[in-house]
């Protein structure tokens, strides 16, 4: 069974940076793309971020790009996501989630593509 867990969270100040990580299980980490999802209070779901099985190549959302890193460590099975320049609208519950398919074709920031989800990591961002 796939187990997502995200953790990193909490109550940051504007301007400030956080660090989440998504460590995973029951599949073979390595082959599967990841993203990172958020869904502030009373909205959807946003796309922020993704990553390919090997790391070489990422994907960002206009309203993140040049402020959030993703990066994984497939000995570990993490994933992480750093976030610099944080802003209120930023506030939202972060989920990291696998790609559907080990392989194939992949549009990173598509909800389509992604099955798996972890329960979610809360981020406030407020002063």
């Known amino acids: 069974e796939v187990f997502l867990v995200e953790s990193g969270g909490g109550l940051v100040q504007p301007g400030g940076s956080m660090r989440l990580s998504c460590s995973a299980s029951g599949f073979t980490f390595s082959n599967y793309a990841i993203a990172w999802a958020r869904q502030p209070p009373g909205k959807g779901l946003e796309w922020v971020s993704a990553?390919?099985?090997?790391?070489?190549?990422?994907f960002y959302a206009d309203s993140v790009r040049g402020r959030f890193t993703i990066s994984r460590d497939n000995d570990k099975n993490t994933i992480d996501q750093q976030m610099d320049s944080l802003k209120s609208e930023d506030t939202a519950t972060y989920y990291c989630?696998?790609?559907?398919?080990?392989?194939?074709?992949?549009?990173?920031?598509?909800?389509?593509?992604?099955?798996?989800r972890g329960q979610g990591t809360q981020v406030t961002v407020s002063s």
């Open positions: 990553i390919s099985p090997g790391g070489g190549t990422t």
């Open positions: 989630a696998r790609k559907v398919f080990s392989g194939g074709s992949w549009s990173p920031l598509t909800a389509t593509e992604y099955r798996h």
